[in-house]
Nanobody, 118 residues
């Protein structure tokens, strides 16, 4: 069983930065950040695999960075140059396989809201 709890969301102006944190307990193979805007499906924005590889979609590549501090049992998402289209609820997720699809992830946090104004 994996437990996840996000923090660090908030409101920023376009061009600003935020860092999301996810405290976790339990073992997993991969961890990821997803987001979901109103009326849209859940979108993966950063994936961290147990072999150290990271994956980002083109929409956030170069702006978002995922990292993990195993000593602190914390997963981070550094988000720079935020844009209004980044506005969404952001979720931390964990899985027992390396996968980019949301359906591969059985463990989810409660989410943290990120709002970017123009």
């Amino acid at each position: 069983q994996v437990h996840l709890m996000e923090s660090g969301g908030g409101s920023v102006q376009a061009g600003g930065s935020l860092r999301l944190s996810c405290r976790f307990s339990g073992d997993s193979t991969s961890m990821a950040w997803f987001r979901q805007a109103p009326g849209k499906g859940r979108e993966g924005v950063a994936h961290f695999y147990d072999d150290g590889k990271r994956y980002y979609p083109d929409s956030v590549k170069g702006r978002f960075t995922i990292s993990q501090d195993k000593a602190e049992n914390t997963l981070y998402l550094q988000m720079n140059n935020l844009q209004p289209e980044d506005t969404a609820m952001y979720y931390c997720a964990a899985a027992h396989e390396n996968c980019v699809r949301a359906e591969c992830y059985p463990y989810w946090g409660q989410g943290t809201q990120v709002t970017v104004s123009s």
